[in-house]
């Protein structure tokens, strides 16, 4: 099992990620942050019983879930301790 922790950002997985920041800021004002939380659980929900279980059964993809949450967290608050702006630093 990898997370994006253990493992260096491809450019890709950027890029990815930078679109589904700017599509979330698209909805500002139409959807509360905890209604695009909830939606977002949802699709993370959706992904993870996509998975082959041959590679990835339900509990690694809830430990990888988890890993990237605790990530993305530290991530965020190493942007706001150095005035950066959340997603883009």
């Not at 279980?53 to 339900?58: A, G, I, W, Y």
Request: proline share 1%.
């Amino acid at each position: 099992m990898s997370t994006l922790s253990s493992q260096k950002a491809k450019a890709a997985h950027e890029r990815f990620r930078l679109q589904v920041i700017d599509l979330l800021r698209q909805e500002e004002g139409n959807l509360s942050a905890q209604e695009m939380l909830a939606i977002a659980a949802h699709f993370v929900g959706q992904l993870i019983t996509m998975q082959d279980q041959r590679k990835l059964n339900p509990v690694e993809a809830m430990q990888l879930v988890r890993a990237n949450i605790e990530q993305g967290n530290a991530s965020v608050i190493a942007s706001l301790s150095n005035g950066l702006v959340a997603g883009h630093g």
